[in-house]
């Protein structure tokens, strides 16, 4: 329930969001990715449509489907615009259309306003019957390798709009572009609180000990979010004090490989038995949660990071973060204020053992990253941003103060 949310989120988007909806209300809002499950975008939609129905908003989600063919050329697309150096050729674009057209057939575009989430779908704007359509880029796209983006605009130039997370994301794109970070949800089962029992709970289920230190990085199985780092900087910090290293992930329906990279991992940890490696199930939301409470200290060793969402929920949580300054990661660790942003694997290991040594320093930091999600990182600001922008490409060329 929206009224739930009082007294938790700041009240100035609650406001805001039920002024949004009175004038939005019946109207259709259709988004669109490529998975219901794995990673930051399915995560926030699953949360988010439920709370636009209940403002009055006709608001849908689906997603494409694809093949494996499909899922090895976008993801090749998603890592070539995160700046690794692959080449996606005409048969492949062919194909990311052809599929993209099939689905245009499928799907219901019908609808007030569009919002098409990352590079898979973002061929649907050639099916556009009506509304506003906009398209919402969650990744890193702030170097690029060479030609890739400029490619894929031949789709984003046909949107009436664009919204990145990160200023420095936004491209010439000769179309209007918003700046909207993702956001996490306070009472959802990843976040919500958790009692100590359900936390023990975990505990004993993954065999994690109560006296010892834990290290904590929760991530998808991806050579950006650097696990093979994370070992490098344990393996230092383990010199010194001891602790466990916990990589948790699970596998996402359009990250085809997940499984490569966990097998990388799991070789590179060796048989070292205080470094876990979790294979979570899909929707293991109040394990996550709890694995955060139960963290001493969290990193998101990111190479590239669209936004990194698992930064705002381990801040939620109270907990020391330590973040690669990377993409939108810097967004929300304000260096030596709300956690430490690194560079490098020496950086890492560093700054994990000035948290351990200096514990009340982390718990201060710690306090000061719950506030600052609370004011800038929470779904309603979310939803806020986004009605905003609908309700402004609804009203292009009108004075919105007079409307
Ligand atoms: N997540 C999850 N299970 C996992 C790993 C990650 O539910 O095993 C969640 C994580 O808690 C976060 C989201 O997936 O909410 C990841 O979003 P983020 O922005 O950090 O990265 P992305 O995967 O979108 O690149």
Redesign the pocket.
Known sequence: MISNYTGIVPGSDMLFIRKLAERLAGKSFLHINSTKAG???A?ILQRMIPIMVELGIDARWDIIEGDDRFFDITKKLHNSLQGSPETINDDMWEYHLEVNKRNAKKLNLDADAVLIHDPQPAPLIGFKQRGVWIWRC?IDVASPYKGIFENLSRYCTQYDAAIFSVAKFTRSLGIDQFIIPPSIDPLSD?NRDLSDEEIHDTRVRFNLPPDRPIILQ???FDRFKDPIGVIQAYRMVKKYNDCLLVL???PATDDPEGEAVLKEVQEYASDDPDIRILM?PPF??RD?NALQRIATVVLQKSLKE?????VS?AMWKGKPVIGGAVGGIPLQIVHGLTGFLVHSVEGAAFRIRQFLNYPEMAERMGTMGREYVRNNFLITRQIRDYLTVWYSQEHKGSNLLEL
């Open positions: 990673g930051g975008v995560e969650h990843k929760i991530s998808r948790a992930g699970s979570l293991s939301d996550i669209g936004f990194g969402l698992t929920e």
